[in-house]
């Protein structure tokens, strides 16, 4: 088994993932999006947030570059929903969504195989020695299940049938 | 990298969902599985046939057993909710969960890493050998996104905060 196949496997997850989310998002419109997911849950806006955040703080994790909007942070993944008044028009959330997105993709394209399995940013040499598996890749699978479980929520929105 | 690495790799993510769906369903009461998700969305006991019904069907795609529920297919995959009116007890439900996930945990404990890399049961061998990453593997990988979609549904049915 190469190691190209099993980078194929991971990066058809997560590019099938965000399709999906894209798709969503394309149909969800700005007032679906200031709804709550399900009563007394987290709204629409604030998960766009949350997975832009989540996506753009990628960049540095996989040691691509810094992160493009490092202010989404505060708002989207250390405060919870509401705790923050003045959110970031929706339409701004969108455009940094998919432009975190495509950024990612062109980094992802740039990868050869064998760099997918070097360290992420959050394990140093000597630990990563030990412990290979916490690898570029490892990242993309686990952002993978995060985007999934986020999209199955945001999928409340949608008119039903 | 080792066949092993990838495969640890994926196998880490389908025990930390499989974990995760484990302790919010023991949180969870059988009169709360008893509710929607979302208004007008699936209920939680419908949510947990299916699981269960999908992960049971994983038996024989994987090429290790024959599915040990099959009944529960046309019930929790074929129909969607309340189309069948005499579901099984939550109580069977929850059992057969567990269940099927400790069958599949032993064939998995039981597979070399290089097996997991052969073809899964929905694909011919000639297509295989085009097609390498339609492996068993994938399959768990293709599965955890899955469990972790529904995951993030059914959290709505407990307590908040």
């Not at 405060?79 to 959330?93: F, G, K, Q, T």
């Amino acid at each position: 088994m190469s190691n190209e196949i099993f980078v194929k496997m991971a990066l058809d997850g997560w590019y099938s993932q965000v399709k999906s989310a894209d798709t969503l998002l394309n149909k969800l419109s700005d007032e679906q999006l200031m709804q709550e997911v399900s009563p007394g849950r987290n709204r629409g806006i604030y998960l766009l947030g949350h997975l832009a955040a989540v996506h753009d703080m990628m960049l540095p994790l996989l040691r691509f570059e810094e992160s493009m909007y490092p202010a989404l942070r505060s708002v989207f993944i250390d405060s919870p929903d509401r705790a923050v008044a003045d959110l970031p028009p929706i339409s701004e959330l969108r455009a940094h969504w998919t432009t975190v997105n495509e950024k990612l993709s062109a980094h992802f394209a740039s990868l050869s195989p064998d760099e997918w399995f070097t360290r992420h940013a959050s394990i140093s040499q000597e630990d990563f020695e030990k412990e290979p598996h916490r690898n570029r890749l490892n990242v993309v699978l686990v952002r993978t299940i995060h985007l999934s479980s986020h999209r199955g929520q945001l999928a409340f929105l949608a008119a039903k049938g």
